[in-house]
């Protein structure tokens, strides 16, 4: 929980703005599915928001899956003999 989810909350912009933190971090939590998930969530629920107004988190979010996918299709052993 330390390792994960503590900061994936604190740099997602849920508890700190995005805008107010250092340059660096504005490129680190574009790599964090929490960010997005947070951009589309204030965008529904407090604009109103359509699909696609949110066609960019959206496709954050898919390549990010696309990528996380291919990594974990990689690393996994084909088979189970040693």
């Not at 805008?19 to 965008?43: C, E, G, K």
């Not at 359509?50 to 954050?60: D, I, Q, T």
Request: proline share 7%.
């Amino acid at each position: 929980m330390m390792i994960g989810l503590l900061p994936s909350m604190l740099l997602s912009g849920f508890v700190f703005p995005i805008d107010n933190m250092p340059q660096f971090f504005h490129y680190f939590t574009a790599i964090l599915p929490a960010r997005w998930f947070m951009v589309i969530s204030r965008d529904v629920f407090l604009q109103g928001s359509s699909l696609w107004e949110l066609r960019v988190p959206f496709g954050a979010l898919i390549l990010i899956n696309c990528v996380v996918i291919t990594l974990a299709v990689k690393k996994f052993k084909k088979d189970v003999e040693p």
